[in-house]
């Protein structure tokens, strides 16, 4: 699974991206950041700031995940 | 650049926003009502002196959310021709970090149809700012928030 971090969360993670295997069993985005936020405790100790995204679309955490999903964390956009 | 068959221009870009070129792209004859609207860089935020503001893209997403967004506001809005830039990277006060230009036949679609792309835009696309101080400098989280806090009530 690829996670992408966008702004403050790239601050937070440390890192732009990560990718690694979630393992058996975890089967939706809320699932995911689960996992996530025991790999990245930058992320994973304010992780109700974030806001996600699976494949360039905003997520659900009941959204179901398939192989090959791209996660993008990042905090509420400020554009324009 | 060949004129868009469709009279639309959706945009992310590093350089300059040049819109009198994006326009001219757009407009394919004169549709009758046409609105513009620029967000500029203030050289000020919450009484400290801001010296550059930098914009960061999820491209990939960024550009599928303007396009979604000026997808709906042609059927809500009628709306025929619209340009929607947002430029990334390092911006000083005074410059231009978004452009949104609507056509439309009556002037009522073509401002409603450019509210409806600025405010999608402020709650939906993927886009953040970070405010440059003289002595530090922080992301901006929501629409009108500082990192790590909500939005601040005005």
Redesign the interface.
């Known amino acids: 699974m690829k996670f992408r971090f966008f702004a403050s969360a790239r601050d937070a993670a440390g890192v732009a991206d990560l990718v690694f295997d979630l393992g058996p069993g975890p089967s939706t985005v809320s699932d995911a950041l689960a996992r996530l936020s025991e790999r990245s405790p930058g992320l994973g100790q304010d992780m109700g700031r974030w806001l996600s995204a699976r494949n360039q679309r905003f997520a659900k955490p009941g959204d179901a995940l398939e192989d090959g999903d791209e996660i993008a964390i990042f905090p509420p956009v400020s554009g324009g | 650049m060949p004129p868009p068959e469709d009279s639309v221009v959706v945009r992310l870009t590093g350089d300059p926003i040049d819109a009198s070129r994006d326009i001219a792209l757009a407009r394919r004859t004169s549709i009758g009502a046409e609105v513009t609207f620029s967000?500029v860089v203030r050289g000020e935020s919450k009484g400290r002196r801001v010296t550059v503001l930098e914009?960061?893209?999820?491209p990939?997403?960024?550009l599928?959310e303007m396009r979604r967004l000026v997808s709906e506001a042609r059927s809500r809005f009628r709306l025929e021709g619209a340009v929607f830039v947002?430029r990334t990277g390092r911006l000083l006060p005074g410059e231009t970090?978004?452009l949104v230009w609507t056509a439309s036949s009556h002037r009522a679609e073509a401002f409603g149809a450019c509210q409806f792309l600025?405010d999608g835009?402020?709650?939906?696309?993927?886009?953040?700012?970070?405010e440059h101080y003289d002595d530090g400098a922080v992301?901006?989280?929501?629409?009108g928030?500082v990192?790590?806090r909500g939005p601040d009530c005005e």
Not at chain 2, 121 to 130: A, I, N, S
Not at chain 2, 139 to 143: L, N, Q, S, T
């Open positions: 967000g914009y960061e893209a999820y990939e997403m960024a599928a947002h970090a978004v600025v835009m402020k709650r939906g696309v993927p886009v953040w700012k970070k992301w901006i989280e929501g629409d928030g990192q790590g």
